[in-house]
C-alpha cells in the first residue's frame, strides 16, 4: 500500500494501480471479509476516481461496500461511509438518482442510529444539496445546503473551513440560479475564511478560487479571472503535481482567460500541457480529453491556423460521439464547432449535413425535457 500511495502521490498511476491490484490478490486469499481487502478495495477506488476511470472506482467501492455490510452489519457507520464514497461517485458520472439514493440511505442509517449531528450526515446533505443544484432543484439544494451548515457549525464552529466549502457551493447554485451577484460576496467570504483559519494559498482554496475564476470569465472581467485561476494553478501545482487532472482543469480555465484578454503565447501552452495531461492520466478518449481539444481547436480556429485546428475538432467529435452517444447535446456542440471549420475552409456540404445533424440532436433534446 505505501508503494501505491508514493507512486499515486508522483503521478505514476499505472505503477500505482499495479501495487493496488497485486495487494488484493494477496487479501484475497486470506477470506472475502479480510481487513486488507477492504482497504485496497477503497484505494483502488480512490485510485480510479481521482483519475476519473469512474466505471472502474465503483466497482470497486460497490465491492467494498459488499464487504462492510458482511463484517460489520447494515447499519455500521462504516457501510454509510462507505455508501458516500460510491455516491460521490455516482454523482461523477450523472447518475444523479443513484447519488442522490445513496446518500440519502448513508444520512438515514446514521439518524437512525442517533448519529443525526455528526459531520457525515453533513457530507452526505451537502452532496444531495449539489445533487439538486446540478438538477436545478435550486430551493431544495439550498435548504440541505442550510442543514449541512448547521451541522459544521455545531461541531466546529464558524470559521471552520468545512462551512467555507459548502459556503463555495451555495455560491455555485446562485449561480446557476442566475444569481451571480450575491454569489461573489459568498466566494470572497469563504476564500477570507480559508485564509484565515489556514494562511493564504492552501489547497483548501482551490475550489473556491476555482469558482471563483469562473464567475469572473462568464462575466467578462477577464483579468480578474487571470489573476484568480493564476493563483489556484500555482496552488494546484504545488499541493498535486503538475501532472494531475485537476491540475489540468485550471490550466485549461487560465488558457480560456488568456484567450479572451487576447494574449495567445500565453494561451496555447497551457492548452497543449493540459492535454497532455489528461491524455496520459484518463486516456486519449476521456470527455477531459475531448473538452481540451475542443478548446485548442477553438483557439488555432480564432488564429486563422485551420490546418492545425481541423484534427482536433476531429478527434473531439469521434471521443464526444463515442463517450457520449449519438443523440447528446455535447454532440451538437462538437458538430457546430467542426462545422464552422470546414465552412472556412471551403467544404459547405459537409458543414450543412453536421449543422443539420447538430439541430435534430437539439430539437429532440428539447423534446425530452419539454414538461
Request: charged share 25%; net charge negative.
Amino acid at each position: 500500500m505505501d508503494s501505491a500511495e508514493q507512486a499515486a502521490r508522483s503521478g505514476d498511476f499505472a505503477t500505482a494501480e499495479k501495487h493496488l491490484l497485486e495487494a488484493l490478490s494477496a487479501a484475497e486469499m486470506f477470506g472475502p471479509n479480510d481487513q486488507h481487502m477492504l482497504v485496497t478495495l477503497d484505494g483502488l477506488g480512490a485510485l480510479y476516481e481521482r483519475r476519473g476511470q469512474y466505471e472502474k472506482a465503483e466497482q470497486a467501492y460497490r465491492r467494498s461496500l459488499d464487504v462492510w455490510r458482511r463484517a460489520l452489519g447494515p447499519n455500521s457507520p462504516m457501510v454509510a461511509k462507505s455508501l458516500e464514497r460510491l455516491a460521490a461517485v455516482y454523482q461523477a458520472e450523472g447518475k444523479h438518482a443513484d447519488a442522490m439514493a445513496s446518500y440519502q440511505r448513508a444520512v438515514t442509517l446514521l439518524e437512525k442510529a442517533g448519529k443525526g449531528g455528526d459531520p457525515m450526515v453533513a457530507t452526505g446533505l451537502e452532496a444531495m444539496g449539489e445533487i439538486d443544484r446540478a438538477r436545478g432543484k435550486y430551493a431544495e439544494g439550498a435548504d440541505l445546503y442550510m442543514r449541512a451548515l448547521k451541522i459544521w457549525d455545531k461541531n466546529f464552529g464558524p470559521d471552520h473551513p468545512l462551512i467555507a466549502h459548502c459556503m463555495n457551493n451555495l455560491g455555485s447554485l446562485l449561480v446557476q440560479e442566475g444569481k451571480a451577484a450575491d454569489a461573489e460576496p459568498l466566494y470572497l467570504h469563504a476564500l477570507a475564511m480559508v485564509e484565515k483559519t489556514m494562511g493564504p494559498d492552501q489547497p483548501y482554496s482551490a475550489p473556491i478560487l476555482n469558482n471563483l475564476g469562473d464567475l469572473y470569465y462568464d462575466r467578462h472581467r477577464y483579468p480578474e479571472a487571470e489573476n484568480t485561476y493564476g493563483r489556484s494553478l500555482a496552488i494546484s501545482e504545488k499541493s498535486l503535481g503538475p501532472d494531475d487532472p485537476n491540475t489540468a482543469k485550471v490550466m485549461n480555465s487560465l488558457a480560456l482567460a488568456y484567450d479572451a484578454e487576447g494574449k495567445p503565447s500565453e494561451a496555447e501552452p497551457l492548452y497543449r500541457k493540459s492535454l497532455a495531461v489528461w491524455e496520459k492520466a484518463s486516456g486519449p478518449e476521456s470527455p477531459d480529453v475531448a473538452t481540451s481539444l475542443n478548446n485548442l481547436a477553438s483557439f488555432y480556429y480564432s488564429q486563422g491556423k485551420y490546418a492545425q485546428a481541423e484534427p482536433l475538432f476531429k478527434r473531439s467529435l469521434a471521443i464526444v460521439e463515442k463517450v457520449a452517444g449519438p443523440d447528446h447535446p455535447d454532440l451538437a456542440h462538437a458538430l457546430t464547432n467542426y462545422a464552422a471549420l470546414l465552412r472556412k475552409t471551403g467544404h459547405a456540404g459537409e458543414a450543412e449535413k453536421m449543422e443539420s445533424r447538430a439541430k435534430e440532436i437539439l430539437a429532440k433534446h428539447s423534446e425530452e425535457i419539454s414538461p
